[in-house]
C-alpha cells in the first residue's frame, strides 16, 4: 500500500506561484510514476505533469510547459510541482497519484493505483 498527501494548496493571484509537495509513504518503488493530476470545476481531471521515482524521465501536459516543474526528493519521500506564472485557466482540486508502470501513457488515470486526497488551487485574475 501506498498513502500520498498532497499540501500547498490555496489562493493565488495570476502571475503568481505555488509549490505543491506529494509526502509518500508505504512501498514505493524505484519503478513507480508520480503524477500529478487536476480537476478544474465541471471538468474531467486530467494529467499535469508526471516523472518516475527514480528519476529521469518526466512528461509535461502541453499546457504547462515551461511554467510547471516536476521533481521529487527521495530521501524525504516527497514530490514537488513548482507552480510559475499562475492562470486563471489553472484553478483546479490537484491531485497526487501513484502508478506502477504508465507504458509511457502518463495520461491515463487508471494506470495510477494510488490517489491522495486532493488540495484546491485558486488563482485570482
Known amino acids: 500500500q501506498v498513502q500520498l498527501v498532497e499540501s500547498g494548496g490555496g489562493l493565488v493571484q495570476a502571475g503568481g506561484s505555488l509549490r505543491l509537495s506529494c509526502a509518500a509513504s508505504g512501498r514505493i518503488f524505484s519503478s513507480y510514476v508520480m503524477g500529478w493530476f487536476r480537476q478544474p470545476p465541471g471538468k474531467e481531471r486530467e494529467v499535469v505533469s508526471a516523472i518516475y521515482w527514480s528519476g529521469g524521465n518526466t512528461y509535461y501536459a502541453d499546457f504547462v510547459k515551461g511554467r510547471f516543474t516536476i521533481s521529487r526528493d527521495n530521501a524525504k519521500n516527497t514530490v514537488y510541482l513548482q507552480m510559475n506564472s499562475l492562470k486563471a485557466e489553472d484553478t483546479a482540486v490537484y491531485y497526487c497519484?501513484?502508478?506502477?508502470?504508465?507504458?509511457?501513457?502518463?495520461?491515463?488515470?487508471?494506470?495510477?493505483?494510488?490517489w491522495g486526497q486532493g488540495t484546491q488551487i485558486t488563482v485570482s485574475s
Open positions: 497519484a501513484a502508478a506502477p508502470y504508465v507504458y509511457g501513457d502518463y495520461g491515463n488515470r487508471e494506470r495510477y493505483r494510488y
